[in-house]
Antibody, heavy 123, light 111 residues
Framework: QVQLVQSGTEMKKPGASVKISCRASGYIFTDYYIHWVRQAPGEGLEWMGRINADSGGTTYEKHFQGRVTMTSDASVSTAYLEVNRLTSDDTAIYFC????????????????WGPGTLVTVSS | QSALTQPASVSGSPGQSITISCTGTSSDVGGHNFVSWYQQHPGKAPKLIIFEVNHRPSGVSLRFSGSKSGNTASLTISGLQAGDEADYYCGSYTTRGTLGVFGGGTKLTVL
């Protein structure tokens, strides 16, 4: 079954870090980018960045540069998102989603999404 | 504030058609044909329903269609059904910022 499976709910204190995983199955992991998108409670979708699951190359939305790290491990078909120096504004559901490497980078659409990981930041 | 502008809400009765707009600039929507649309039911992950302005992924109903004119893309849903009630987001490649951007989302209510 083609799917993305994400790690479970996290509760963190302000200033802490969180690392979320996204495990792919049913397709060739390295043929795709993994993108990360977050959604604050009652809000819209916010694109955070992407990682090339083959090369490990990353592109981050400017707003997140320096505070977010995306990594991947092709041996276990898993991508990771780490967010540092958490604040209450980081309380959100974090989604991973895939995009084919076989189409131009500008052809920006996400055809498979994980179920999301809720991260709550509270003292 | 989202870079792409969508109406906050739209509504329609079963069987009717509705259109959701997504307005950007020549740096995103108007500059290429890489606009996508996503449907999100409450508590669920988004689902791709349109890519490259007007292409449907396999399995998506023919009732969903997309178009674009200038800096505005549109999603039309015909023959509204109760199950279409959801939030809808547009997405686009952008040459401003880094790579991609979403609209603020539109809540569709089926009356």
């Amino acid at each position: 079954q083609v799917q993305l499976v994400q790690s479970g709910t996290e509760m963190k204190k302000p200033g802490a870090s969180v690392k979320i995983s996204c495990r792919a199955s049913g397709y060739i992991f390295t043929d795709y980018y993994i993108h990360w998108v977050r959604q604050a409670p009652g809000e819209g979708l916010e694109w955070m960045g992407r990682i090339n699951a083959d090369s490990g190359g990353t592109t981050y939305e400017k707003h997140f540069q320096g505070r977010v790290t995306m990594t991947s491990d092709a041996s276990v078909s898993t991508a990771y998102l780490e967010v540092n120096r958490l604040t209450s504004d980081d309380t959100a559901i974090y989604f991973c989603a895939r995009k084919s490497r076989m189409v131009p980078s500008a052809n920006w659409y996400l055809d498979l999404w994980g179920p999301g990981t809720l991260v709550t930041v509270s003292s | 504030q989202s870079a792409l502008t969508q109406p906050a809400s739209v509504s329609g009765s079963p069987g009717q058609s509705i259109t959701i707009s997504c307005t950007g600039t020549s740096s995103d929507v108007g500059g290429h044909n890489f606009v996508s649309w996503y449907q999100q039911h409450p508590g669920k992950a988004p689902k791709l329903i349109i890519f490259e302005v007007n292409h449907r992924p396999s399995g998506v109903s023919l009732r969903f269609s997309g178009s674009k004119s200038g800096n505005t893309a549109s999603l039309t849903i015909s023959g509204l059904q109760a199950g279409d009630e959801a939030d809808y987001y547009c997405g686009s490649y952008t040459t401003r910022g880094t790579l991609g951007v979403f609209g603020g989302g539109t809540k569709l209510t089926v009356l």
